[in-house]
């Protein structure tokens, strides 16, 4: 399950809080340890089973002092960005890994597979080698 928390610089440690799981809230001196807290205090108010924290995934959003109210979002759309680019990654691995299937099935060398998907001829060698 995901929740939705809000992580708080305040002097050199975090605070954090889960608004939908009131009261859940915890700090940390970073934000790994701010985490691996408030998970822990979701599990708590949640009354869920033990090592259930481990499956809890946090949407953050994160307030720095300083910042103005639009830059803490710049964080965001860097997250965003990156999953939407392994996502795209991945997606360009498995097209690549039918096509290099597909071409051997039909007797082409893996040096026209490379050409035919711009790709060199090592990297469909070692596709082609896990396939």
């Known amino acids: 399950m995901t ?14 809080v889960a608004p939908s ?10 934000l790994r340890s701010a985490s691996e807290h408030i998970k822990e205090a979701i599990a708590l108010v949640l009354d869920l089973p033990a090592g259930a924290e481990k499956t809890i995934a946090l949407d953050a959003e994160y307030q720095v002092d300083g910042l103005d109210s639009s830059e803490p ?20 691995d498995d097209a690549l890994r039918l096509a290099i299937e597909k071409g051997r099935n039909h007797d ?20 082609a080698s896990n396939l």
Do not use: C
């Open 21 to 30: 799981v009131h009261p859940a809230h915890s700090w940390g001196p970073n």
């Open 73 to 92: 979002n710049v964080f965001r759309i860097a997250r965003d960005a990156r999953r939407e680019l392994k996502e795209a990654q991945e997606k360009a």
């Open 108 to 127: 082409l060398s893996m040096r026209d597979i490379a050409t035919m998907t711009e790709i060199s001829y090592q990297r469909v060698a070692q596709i």
């Open 3 to 16: 929740y939705r928390v809000i992580f708080t610089k305040e002097g050199k440690e975090w605070t954090v």
